[in-house]
C-alpha cells in the first residue's frame, strides 16, 4: 500500500501519475486535512481518503508533500503507525533528513525528494537523497516509483538546496520569461493569441532542441546566432543587464531560503 499524504496539487500529481505508471488505485490511499478536497481527489482517481495515522497504518510506502511548517505536526501523528521496514519519503522543500529521521521510528527508512511541477504533464524532473537507514534495495525502489512523473536523479543531500532552486523553482523562471516575452511581442504590435502561441512554441521547441543527446545549449545559441544579427543585438542587450549575474543571484536567494525553510523554528 502507497499512503500518500496531502493531496494538494503536487500530491494528486503523483497519485495520477502512479496509476499512470500502473499502480493499482486501489493500493493507493490519500490523506488531506481538507475533507472536501480529500473527497475531491479520492473520487476523481478511485482512491481512498483516511485520517493521516489510518493511511500509513498498512502503507509500506508513505509520501509526504505537505508544506514544510505543517512537517512537524504530521510526523507527530504518523510515527506511532509505522510499521518495520516502511519507506518514508519526504517531499517538503528544505526538510532535512536528519530532522526526518530523527521524528522516525527506527526500522523506518527515510528518503529526501524534490520534484518540479512540470511532474503535471509527466515531464517533471525528481532529485532523490537516501537517507542513512534506506538500503540500496529501497532506495531503487523509490527511483523507481517516483520515475512516473519524469526522470529522477540522486544528488547528495548538501545540494538538495541547489536542485530546489534549479528544478524546484525553475519552472516559474520559465514562465516569468514566457510572460515577459508574450508581454514585449505585444507592444512590437502582435496580437496576444498570437504573441502566446510564437513564445511557448519557440521555449517548448528550443526545450527540445536542448535536451537532445550529445547537444549543448551554449553551443546551440552560437548557432542561431549570426554577426551583427538580429539575435545577437538581442543577446547583447541581455548580456549589458546583466542576464547571466541576476539568474545566479535569483538561484543563490532561492537556495538561500530552502536552507531557511530547513532550520529549526528556534533558529530562523
Do not use: W
Amino acid at each position: 500500500m502507497i499512503a500518500v499524504l496531502g493531496a494538494g496539487v503536487m500530491g494528486e500529481v503523483f497519485v495520477a501519475g502512479l496509476i499512470r505508471g500502473g499502480t493499482p488505485a486501489a493500493r493507493i490511499v490519500i490523506s488531506e486535512k481538507r475533507e472536501e478536497r480529500a473527497r475531491e481527489v479520492a473520487q476523481a482517481h478511485g482512491v481512498h481518503a483516511l485520517p493521516a495515522a489510518d493511511a500509513v497504518r498498512e502503507a509500506t510506502t508513505v509520501l509526504i508533500l505537505v508544506k514544510p511548517q505543517d512537517m512537524p505536526a504530521l510526523l507527530e501523528e504518523i510515527t506511532g503507525h509505522l510499521a518495520d521496514g516502511t519507506v518514508v519519503v519526504s517531499l517538503a522543500a528544505g526538510i532535512r533528513l536528519d530532522a526526518l529521521e530523527s521524528a522516525l521510528p527506527s526500522g523506518v527508512a527515510a528518503v529526501r525528494a524534490m520534484p518540479n511541477t512540470p511532474a503535471l504533464v509527466d515531464r517533471g524532473i525528481t532529485a532523490i537523497t537516501p537517507g542513512a537507514t534506506c538500503s540500496p534495495v529501497q532506495a531503487d525502489y523509490v527511483e523507481s516509483l517516483l520515475s512516473a512523473v519524469g526522470p529522477v536523479v540522486r544528488v547528495p543531500e548538501d545540494l538538495q538546496d541547489a536542485v530546489t532552486a534549479t528544478s524546484g523553482s525553475g519552472p516559474a523562471y520559465v514562465f516569468l520569461l514566457i510572460e515577459s516575452m508574450v508581454a514585449a511581442a505585444q507592444d512590437l504590435g502582435l496580437d496576444a493569441h498570437t504573441a502566446r502561441e510564437l513564445v511557448v512554441q519557440t521555449v517548448l521547441g528550443a526545450a527540445t532542441m536542448a535536451s537532445q543527446p550529445g547537444t549543448d545549449a551554449a553551443t546551440l545559441r552560437q548557432q542561431v546566432t549570426s554577426p551583427n544579427g538580429t539575435t545577437a543585438a538581442a543577446l547583447a542587450e541581455f548580456e549589458a543587464g546583466g542576464f547571466r549575474d541576476l539568474v545566479l543571484r535569483a538561484m543563490t536567494a532561492a537556495r538561500d531560503r530552502g536552507r531557511e525553510l530547513g532550520r529549526p523554528a528556534s533558529s530562523t
